[in-house]
């Protein structure tokens, strides 16, 4: 794809949502480690009916550790593989609070020793709460990555790498939730919709959507002849 090309796909994302951000429900960095983690596998949707409960319960590390494992399964049964996330959740917990004064670490090695937390969940937290310009790709993100011809590639970390590097700089730091949302909404797995897409004229992908054939206008009848009333005159 040509530089121009790639540089208007973006302007024309951020003219449509100037401030994008995640759909995870979230008010510090620990929850948002938490609802990161959580969603690996399973929907936003479910991440956020599982941590509405959770989180006016246990929204700290050392909360969480105090519940345990068995404590914190009931409240994330709304999300896949809940009993491995839980252990996962509370060894989080419990590592943050001895290793990092129960803070969440900024750094790409310690997020990733972290249980349950691999790199996309790492380029999230460096991203949106340390403010580094790196880029999770998940299955959305490589779909329209792929799609559009913005950064082919044949894995995540390739597609990741290709974003990276071919992402204007201006545009690096919030290309993730474009990318996610456009995913998510727009050019979805099954039938994208091509037709209201606005950067449809800037991608490549081979297989569009047609617009819906245009219905012809449906004929309504003539008026019936309206029948005279008994004894009056015509």
Same mark, same amino acid.
Do not use: C, W, Y
């Given at each position: 794809m040509h530089? /121009? =090309? +790639?540089?208007?796909?973006?302007?024309?994302?951020?003219? $449509?949502?100037? &401030?994008?951000?995640?759909?995870?429900?979230?008010?510090?960095?620990?929850?948002?480690?938490?609802?990161?983690?959580?969603?690996a596998h399973t929907t936003d949707r479910s991440v956020?009916? /599982? =941590? +509405?409960?959770?989180?006016?319960?246990?929204?700290?590390? $050392?909360?969480? &550790?105090a519940l345990g494992v068995e404590g914190v399964k009931p409240y994330i049964k709304p999300v896949g593989l809940y009993?491995?996330?839980?252990?996962?959740?509370?060894g989080l917990a419990q590592q943050l609070l001895e290793r990092h004064g129960g803070e969440v670490p900024a750094t790409r090695e310690e997020l990733e020793a972290l249980?349950?937390?691999?790199?996309?969940?790492?380029?999230?937290?460096?991203?949106?709460?340390?403010?580094?310009?790196?880029?999770?790709?998940?299955?959305?993100?490589?779909?329209?990555?792929?799609?559009?011809?913005?950064?082919?590639?044949?894995?995540?970390?390739?597609?990741?790498?290709s974003l990276t590097l071919n992402t204007p700089a201006e545009f690096r730091r919030n290309a993730h939730h474009w990318l996610i949302l456009h995913g998510r909404y727009i050019c979805t797995a099954r039938a994208p919709k091509c037709p209201s897409c606005i950067i449809r004229d800037l991608c490549e992908y081979k297989h569009k959507t047609p617009p819906a054939p245009k219905r012809a206008a449906r004929r309504l009848p003539l008026p019936s002849r309206v029948r005279a009333r008994p004894g009056r005159k015509r």
């Open positions: 530089p /121009a =090309t +790639r540089r208007a796909i973006f302007r024309r994302l951020q003219a $449509a949502n100037p &401030a994008p951000t995640t759909e995870l429900l979230h008010t510090t960095p620990f929850e948002l480690l938490v609802a990161v983690m959580l969603s956020n009916a /599982a =941590t +509405r409960n959770l989180f006016p319960v246990a929204n700290t590390p $050392a909360a969480v &550790a009993n491995t996330k839980a252990k996962n959740l509370v249980p349950g937390v691999g790199r996309k969940t790492a380029n999230i937290i460096l991203n949106m709460v340390f403010g580094e310009t790196e880029i999770a790709v998940d299955t959305h993100i490589f779909r329209v990555a792929n799609r559009t011809g913005l950064a082919p590639g044949p894995t995540p970390r390739a597609v990741e790498e």
